[in-house]
């Protein structure tokens, strides 16, 4: 028969700063994919993407053929033909796991031609990417260790290009193909460059937007002139542009607010409108066809004015923070297409008065937790960004997916289990919770502990007490009619129908402990770094661990040997032979950090720390990745 793996990608993110994003939690992009296997078959039959829909977008661009171009924070590239009706995916922005890409610019005389602006996040590093086939192939044509936060091209001269990094701004005057440096590299103001706008009359006329006020150029570079008259101090200017009528006014975003120039930047006028709240404005886009219209997106959502931001008013609700905006000319007249860090792309076709979700293929989530049943495998539940903290369900295998009824649960979920009655949670701050599937609620179980407490000091009694106490839950092992917790104080377990766990005999057992799994009539567990095992009635004995297998991150029992035991290390997987001897799993296996993998028959389906899927169909004696560099991502789960 065949069998059917979910795997869910993932991508660890920790990243904020001037001008940078920053997602609250453990957080994974969520992409779950369905792989059919043939019975032994090490093929990819099909890759599908199932959800949740939408996602975080970083960068939106518009080509000139009418392709729209959405960047993510780990390098993947969406393309839409249909004014962002259907999403599909087309590649990657670099090779690593963590490149934002922050600015795409869709080259004005190559429809397929198209430049992005990357940063790592992992690094001080980046570059110009460049793609000639739509986005669906990527090479570094600059910058290599630059964090480029900034791309602009230049209307008067398209073969110049202007780049912002970290360290100041690079410019090309031969179509990317070589760069320049045009600040000095030991300038302290002219550093953490954030914007750019290049002027469409005089290619030697740049703006330049910094976490420190603004600058600018007349002479492509030679001299520079700090431009911040009537801007509050110490400014992060976010965006600039230029009016398209008349290149002498100039809006600019900073986390001040939003200011405009009449006279070439030399004076500011801060614009009134926006609150303080939503300061934060990634980038201000202007009408083509009414240039007094300027769309502002910001932390607080998409705001819009018709009077060169004289008055400025909301068009989408205020928990949405919008990074881009791009306004599609067509038959059916103009649609407003807005990118967001969570909801994904929402688009308008009543010049704003009202939003639709527009994510059809784009599913880009970020998620903090995520299960699947064991019992039903079309039944799915995450906790994904964006849905104030409710838990999304599937019922149908990913096809759709709707917010689990009932309340929320009370506090931040961090781990997702399934239970023979339902779901397990485990809150990030401690605590485990149970779903009531018939009064769609959730209810905490408590940890009780009971402690000897004496009674004097010179008395030698001592009277049982108990206490309550919340660790830090890290898995839920069921086994019949009890179910075991391994937490970072200890092993817990809680008897059928009981309401509390109580602390479990684990005599000899570290008491924290990060991974429990069952083995063949045994336990096995990470416990203080070492690996254990715990047959029926017996106490818990340390295994040897393998040599060199630094950083014990998972452990399972292998089902192509009997008793045979498998663990994952920073290192490397191993197994145990029969001799009691450790082998390193190679012939095609990375010797790297992985995730748990999952079993089928004969194969094995791995996600390891490079971003790729490996499988084995011949009892994990040789490996064959099997997804594309597209696709690439860190595996948060398999089911």
Known sequence: MSCMLRVIRSLRQSFSGPGEYKLSGPAFFLAVFVLVLGPGLARAQRWERLGPPGGIVISLAEASDGAVYLGTPDGHVFASNDRGEHWELRGRAGDGLDGVVQRIVPDARNRSRVLAAVWFRDSRNGGVFESADGARSWKLVGLKDEAVRALEQSTSDPRAWVAGTRSGVFRSVDDARSWQRITRADDPELQNVDSLAVDPRDAQIIYVGTYHLPWKTTDGGKTWNLISAGMIDDSDVMSLRIDARDPRRIFSSACSGIYRSEDGGASWTKLQGIPYSSRRTQQIVQDPEEPRTLYAATTEGLWMTADYGETWKRITSRDTDAAGVVLLAGKGGQRILAGMTAQGILRSDDRGNSFLSSNNGFSHRVITAAGADRADRGRLLVRAEGHGGKLIESSDGGRSWAEIEGAAPPKAVERIFPSSTGWWVAYTGGGLARFDGKLRTWRALG?????????????????????????????????????????????????????????????????????????????????????????????????????????????????????????????????????????????????????????????????????????????????????????????????
């Open 447 to 639: 940890f009780r502990e009971i402690v000897p407490l004496r009674r004097g000091k010179q008395s030698s009694r001592r009277l049982p007490v108990s206490r309550i106490v919340n660790p830090q839950v890290r898995s839920v092992l069921e086994e019949g009619d009890r179910t075991t917790a391994a937490t970072d104080d200890g092993l817990w377990e809680l008897a059928q129908g009981g309401k509390e766990f109580r602390r479990a005999n684990a005599k000899n057992l570290p008491v924290s402990v990060s991974y429990l799994a069952a083995g063949a009539g045994s336990l096995l567990a990470i416990a203080g770094g070492e690996l254990w095992r715990r047959d029926s009635k017996s106490d818990w004995k340390p295994l040897a661990a393998p040599q060199g297998g630094d950083g014990l991150l998972w452990t399972k029992q292998s089902p192509f040997a009997q008793d045979q035991v498998v663990v994952g290390s920073e290192r490397g997987v191993y197994v145990a032979e029969a001799d009691g001897r450790w082998r390193l799993v190679s012939s095609g296996l990375p010797a790297i950090a992985s995730g748990p993998p999952a079993f089928s028959g004969t194969s094995c389906l791995i996600g390891m720390t490079n971003g790729g899927l490996y499988l084995s169909s011949d009892g994990m004696k040789t490996w064959k990745r099997i997804d594309s560099d597209a696709e690439r991502s860190r595996v948060g789960a398999i089911f």
